[in-house]
């Protein structure tokens, strides 16, 4: 079965969708998809990572993503992907300098 394998300094990120409920609890019409589908696409899922990614020219490592974290990255960033073994999800193949933040819980 065919997946996705960034290659270099690229990352495979499953954007996070975002709901028709706020979290407030109010339910926004479905004519604001655009504006909602907008909003969640700064922020997804690590899904895979480049074997060169966070590495700088002198080979040393600078910062650690993990698959399964979740980041904040550049609005425009990337290429947008259809993953064949989830047609339900949106991905993008970002580089590396294009993660601006890790949301890590409790730390």
């Known amino acids: ?18 709901g028709l409920k706020t979290d407030g609890g109010i339910y926004l019409p479905e004519t ?7 909003k969640g696409k700064e922020v997804g899922e690590v899904v895979a990572v480049g074997p060169t990614a966070f590495i700088s020219s002198s080979g040393e490592t600078l910062d650690k993503i ?16 259809e993953n064949p073994q989830d047609k339900k999800g949106s991905y993008r193949l970002i ?3 294009d ?7 409790g730390e």
């Open 66 to 81: 993990e698959i399964g974290d979740t980041v904040y990255f550049v609005r425009y960033a990337g290429t947008e992907l």
């Open 1 to 18: 079965m065919a997946h996705i394998q960034p290659v270099l300094h690229r990352i495979l990120v499953k954007v996070q969708e975002v």
């Open 95 to 97: 580089n590396d300098e």
């Open 32 to 38: 604001d998809e655009a504006k909602r589908r907008q």
């Open 99 to 105: 993660i601006i933040a890790i949301l890590k819980d």
